[in-house]
Protein backbone atom coordinates (compact mmCIF):
# COMPACT_ATOMS: atom_id res chain seq x y z
CA UNK A 1 0.00 0.00 0.00
CA UNK A 2 0.83 3.61 -1.16
CA UNK A 3 2.83 4.97 1.89
CA UNK A 4 1.39 8.39 1.21
CA UNK A 5 -2.13 7.28 1.27
CA UNK A 6 -1.50 5.44 4.78
CA UNK A 7 -0.50 8.98 6.02
CA UNK A 8 -3.30 10.99 4.77
CA UNK A 9 -5.49 7.79 6.67
CA UNK A 10 -3.46 8.57 9.90
CA UNK A 11 -3.85 12.41 9.27
CA UNK A 12 -7.52 12.55 9.23
CA UNK A 13 -8.44 9.68 11.99
CA UNK A 14 -6.35 11.78 14.02
CA UNK A 15 -8.70 14.08 13.90
CA UNK A 16 -11.95 12.45 14.71
CA UNK A 17 -12.87 13.98 18.53
CA UNK A 18 -12.53 11.82 21.29
CA UNK A 19 -16.21 10.30 21.74
CA UNK A 20 -17.03 10.33 18.36
CA UNK A 21 -16.43 7.65 15.53
CA UNK A 22 -16.08 7.66 11.94
CA UNK A 23 -16.08 4.29 9.26
CA UNK A 24 -13.47 2.89 7.41
CA UNK A 25 -16.11 4.14 4.05
CA UNK A 26 -15.92 7.80 5.32
CA UNK A 27 -12.38 8.18 5.64
CA UNK A 28 -12.19 6.26 2.31
CA UNK A 29 -14.10 9.06 0.24
CA UNK A 30 -12.52 11.70 1.91
CA UNK A 31 -9.62 10.86 0.76
CA UNK A 32 -11.13 10.54 -3.03
CA UNK A 33 -10.91 6.70 -3.25
CA UNK A 34 -14.64 6.11 -2.04
CA UNK A 35 -14.44 2.21 -2.93
CA UNK A 36 -11.43 1.80 -1.08
CA UNK A 37 -12.60 1.51 2.53
CA UNK A 38 -10.65 -1.80 2.76
CA UNK A 39 -7.83 -0.12 2.06
CA UNK A 40 -7.96 2.07 5.12
CA UNK A 41 -8.74 -0.81 7.18
CA UNK A 42 -5.75 -2.48 6.26
CA UNK A 43 -3.83 1.11 6.98
CA UNK A 44 -5.25 1.73 10.86
CA UNK A 45 -4.65 -2.33 11.17
CA UNK A 46 -0.85 -1.14 11.12
CA UNK A 47 -0.64 2.59 11.87
CA UNK A 48 0.85 4.27 14.90
CA UNK A 49 -0.25 4.64 18.37
CA UNK A 50 -0.85 8.06 18.29
CA UNK A 51 -3.72 7.16 15.78
CA UNK A 52 -7.06 6.98 17.79
CA UNK A 53 -7.65 3.33 15.61
CA UNK A 54 -10.57 2.40 18.11
CA UNK A 55 -12.40 5.74 16.54
CA UNK A 56 -12.47 3.92 13.14
CA UNK A 57 -15.38 1.15 12.91
CA UNK A 58 -17.35 -0.57 10.19
CA UNK A 59 -20.33 1.25 7.93
CA UNK A 60 -22.99 -0.50 9.96
CA UNK A 61 -21.78 1.03 13.58
CA UNK A 62 -19.87 -1.86 14.62
CA UNK A 63 -16.73 -2.76 15.79
CA UNK A 64 -14.43 -4.26 13.38
CA UNK A 65 -11.73 -4.92 16.62
CA UNK A 66 -14.24 -6.08 19.43
CA UNK A 67 -10.25 -5.15 21.77
CA UNK A 68 -11.50 -1.80 21.04
CA UNK A 69 -14.60 -2.04 23.10
CA UNK A 70 -13.20 -0.68 26.29
CA UNK A 71 -10.80 2.13 24.43
CA UNK A 72 -14.41 3.41 23.35
CA UNK A 73 -16.02 2.88 26.59
CA UNK A 74 -13.53 4.88 28.36
CA UNK A 75 -14.62 7.59 26.02
CA UNK A 76 -18.06 7.61 26.84
CA UNK A 77 -19.59 5.59 23.79
CA UNK A 78 -21.59 2.58 25.16
CA UNK A 79 -21.48 -0.33 23.10
CA UNK A 80 -23.82 -3.32 22.86
CA UNK A 81 -23.17 -6.39 21.04
CA UNK A 82 -20.38 -5.02 19.36
CA UNK A 83 -22.48 -2.05 18.18
CA UNK A 84 -21.95 1.51 18.94
CA UNK A 85 -24.97 2.94 20.51
CA UNK A 86 -26.32 6.23 18.93
CA UNK A 87 -24.36 5.33 16.16
CA UNK A 88 -25.47 8.08 13.65
CA UNK A 89 -25.49 10.99 16.22
CA UNK A 90 -22.08 9.98 17.11
CA UNK A 91 -20.77 9.55 13.53
CA UNK A 92 -18.07 12.13 12.58
CA UNK A 93 -17.99 12.72 9.01
CA UNK A 94 -14.16 14.16 7.32
CA UNK A 95 -16.29 15.55 4.49
CA UNK A 96 -18.45 17.71 6.58
CA UNK A 97 -15.86 18.51 9.78
CA UNK A 98 -12.74 18.70 7.59
CA UNK A 99 -13.43 19.25 4.08
CA UNK A 100 -14.78 23.00 3.55
Known amino acids: MEKQFKQQVYEIAKL ?4 RVTTYGAIAKALGY ?13 CPSDVPAHR ?3 S ?5 VPE ?3 RIEAEGLVVNNL ?3 DFKKLFWD ?3 EVID
Do not use: D, E
Open 60 to 64: GGTLA
Open 94 to 96: PMN
Open 68 to 70: FQK
Open 34 to 46: PNHSRHVGKAMGG
Open 16 to 19: IPKG
Open 56 to 58: VIS
Open 83 to 85: RIK
